[in-house]
């Protein structure tokens, strides 16, 4: 069973980055595929970035193209998002999920979640 753990947590303001991690804790984490996921205030659970076990897929949600970058080192075991020109939209409690398939933008085909991490944005 994989155990997924985010860090990264921050309050930043907007214009400003942060990286998250997401830290699998087996080394058959490497052959799932990872997603990153959000939980604004008041809001559903959204689709942000996803990557495949090999990291050559990626796929992102319209709202972060060009400002997040989902990147994966499978000998540390750790799927990271890097998070440029913060918006105070992008708010939220962020999730990362692995699957062992092929990237998906679904919350529901994920099997394995982390307990996420809070990335607040000032305007």
């Known amino acids: 069973q994989v155990q997924l753990m985010e860090s990264g947590e921050g309050m930043v303001q907007a214009g400003g980055s942060l990286r998250l991690s997401c830290d699998g804790s087996?080394?058959?984490?490497?052959?799932?595929?990872v997603g990153w996921f959000r939980q604004g205030p008041g809001k559903e659970r959204e689709f942000v970035a996803a990557i495949s076990s090999s990291g050559l897929t990626t796929n992102y949600a319209d709202s972060v193209k060009g400002r997040f970058t989902i990147s994966r080192d499978n000998a540390k075991i750790t799927v990271e998002l890097q998070i440029n020109s913060l918006k105070p939209e992008d708010t939220a409690v962020y999730y990362c999920a692995a699957r062992p398939y092929g990237v998906s933008s679904q919350p529901a085909q994920y099997n394995y979640w982390g307990q996420g991490t809070q990335v607040t944005v000032s305007s």
């Open positions: 087996t080394f058959t984490f490497r052959n799932y595929a």
